[in-house]
């Protein structure tokens, strides 16, 4: 079995369901695009795709998947509760494994419904009927949804058996919260005291909504190669190793041994671990940065137990000592985890691993965990299903070295580039404005251009307030940076080359939110007849 790599990642930012623009075809090619470009592939070079959703019918994968390119290649769509994700990078990393592909794509993306997850066929059994009819042998149940009452459940029998409280619940939902402050494609990104949180409505038994995820729409995507496609593309500088992939689903002891803990997974998670951390010759203690399926705040509670994080009954002793943050020994959901980033359970797993080769990459930004070397992932769905994977960095050594050669020097002055005198006639017809297009992109974005001298200017374009304002060397933070060369930049400002053709072609980088950067359409259709009036204006003044 070959080796397998990460090599490109992505995913849009997830929102509340019904506040998304587009539809699940436009998040998934969103997603998709980054991943390529992420890469530095194109889309005829991916052989195999599997696509990953809980809600849809059938074929929304290829619905999805030919919206950025119709290439024939087999696409499977995979359904498996909220391990749906990762149990779609997984299959794809398999088939590059066994030799079936080079280079596979797995995307995943939802389109939910507000409120609580449901039943959606109400005309046949369910698939959880067995994990109801123990639950309600083992205690009483209520009106409150069931996923929740599971988890609550099983908070209540830790605290019972090992002496655990409610504030434990309450410390990692604080943190969960905190954390996604940082991570702007959270859906939620407020930070709360403890008291809000514990104060918050109740759902259910000891879990209060700021410990609940909510249900979301959004979409993420990941590439994986082999070893021969990385090393034949020049890619070892980003390249994370698959180290291990483990699934595993109920055991008997699921129904036999009445522990409301087995029932929502604990010994399948332990399980996967075990073969895991056997398979890979890796310790939980190796691990620095964790992502883990905290669908709820109990669940990330007694996954650290199962994954080995701490010893049976040690994990509110792990909360209370703050090693589940930073400054501890583990990171644990660094980018909010799904409490605060948000669950569109067919994204949920591939979110997950793109966080995670952010991490080993030292892309996190403000998230950044220090030295991060080994990471983990743990996506759990009831009826049932665990995967969880081991994370590093393929080729270190190339990551250091390629990072130094692509360094370029910092341009004093917007002197020297062709594109200043279009700045400052795009800043012109901003605050003209007629069309009222500074409304329709209000946000902060960055560009850097290089010039022919090795020279790299960097421009803040902040529409956020007002007419918005063109700042060379600006400080504010761009929730998008378009790259490009100088020579090219104009041919893309007067609408002589598409942005869409540009990013294929190579001439144009895009780093952060991908929706953002889709919108560059609209707005340099909008904007290139306004500014070659007024650069024409210019021209005919100096005459």
Not at 209 to 220: H, Y
Not at 300 to 305: A, G, N
Not at 495 to 503: D, L, V
């Amino acid at each position: 079995m070959g080796r397998v790599f990460v090599i490109g990642v992505a995913m849009t930012k997830f929102d509340k369901p019904g506040t998304k623009a587009g539809d699940y075809p436009d998040w998934g090619k969103e997603a998709i695009l980054a991943a390529l470009q992420d890469a530095n592939v194109k889309m005829n070079e991916i052989q195999l795709a599997t696509a990953g959703f809980a809600y849809g019918e059938s074929t929304c994968g290829q619905r999805v998947i030919y919206e950025v390119g119709m290439t024939g290649i087999p696409i499977f769509n995979v359904n498996n509760n909220c391990s749906t994700g990762s149990t779609a990078l997984m299959l794809a990393k398999e088939m590059v494994e066994c030799g079936k592909a080079e280079c596979a794509l797995a995307v995943g993306f939802e389109k939910m419904q507000k409120g609580s997850l449901g039943s959606v066929f109400n005309d046949r059994v369910h698939p959880m009927e067995k994990h109801i009819e123990v639950m309600s042998e083992l205690v009483d149940i209520s009106a409150t949804p069931i996923v929740a009452q599971m988890f609550a459940n099983a908070g209540l029998e830790h605290m019972k058996k090992y002496g655990t409280k409610p504030e434990h619940l309450v410390k990692i939902a604080w943190k969960n919260h905190k954390h996604s402050v940082n991570n702007p494609n959270s859906q939620f990104r407020d930070e709360y005291t403890l008291e809000q949180i514990e104060k918050s409505p109740r759902v259910c038994g000891p879990l209060t909504k700021l410990q609940c995820c909510p249900t979301s729409d959004g979409a993420a995507a990941v590439i994986v190669a082999s070893e021969s496609f990385v090393k034949s593309h020049r890619l070892e500088s980003k390249a994370v190793e698959i180290l291990g992939m483990e699934m595993a689903t109920d055991l008997p002891s699921t129904f036999n041994e009445r522990s409301l803990l087995k029932l929502v997974g604990y010994d399948m998670t332990k399980l996967a671990a075990d073969r895991l951390y056997k398979k890979t010759g890796k310790r939980a203690s190796d691990v620095q940065v964790v992502e883990l399926h905290d669908c709820f705040s109990a669940n990330e509670l007694i996954t650290y137990e199962a994954l080995n994080l701490c010893p049976p009954g040690g994990a509110g002793a792990l909360v209370d000592r703050g090693d589940n943050t930073y400054g501890g020994k583990y990171v644990v959901n660094p980018s909010g985890g799904l409490i605060s980033k948000g669950h569109p359970i067919g994204a949920t797993g591939l979110a997950q691993c793109a966080e995670l080769s952010w991490q080993l990459r030292g892309e996190a930004g403000p998230r950044q965990v220090p030295n991060a070397k080994l990471a983990l992932q743990h996506n759990i769905g009831l009826g049932g299903a665990v995967v969880v994977a081991l994370y590093q960095l393929g080729f270190p050594q190339s990551k250091n070295s390629n990072t130094r050669a692509r360094k370029t020097a910092a341009a004093a002055s917007e002197d020297g580039f062709i594109v200043t005198p279009f700045l400052h006639i795009l800043q012109e017809a901003m605050l003209e404005d007629q069309d009222g297009l500074v409304e329709k992109h209000r946000a902060i974005y960055g560009l850097k251009v290089q010039n022919d001298k090795g020279e790299e200017g960097f421009w803040i374009i902040n529409t956020k307030k007002g007419k918005g304002k063109i700042e060379f060397n600006g400080k504010d933070k761009p929730a998008v940076t378009f790259v490009i060369k100088d020579a090219d930049i104009i041919d893309l400002l007067t609408g002589k080359i598409e942005p869409q053709r540009a990013f294929f072609q190579g001439k144009v980088k895009i780093q952060g939110n991908m929706g953002l950067a889709l919108k560059l359409t609209e707005l340099q259709r909008s904007a290139a007849s306004k500014i070659d009036a007024l650069r024409a204006k210019h021209l005919k003044s100096k005459l």
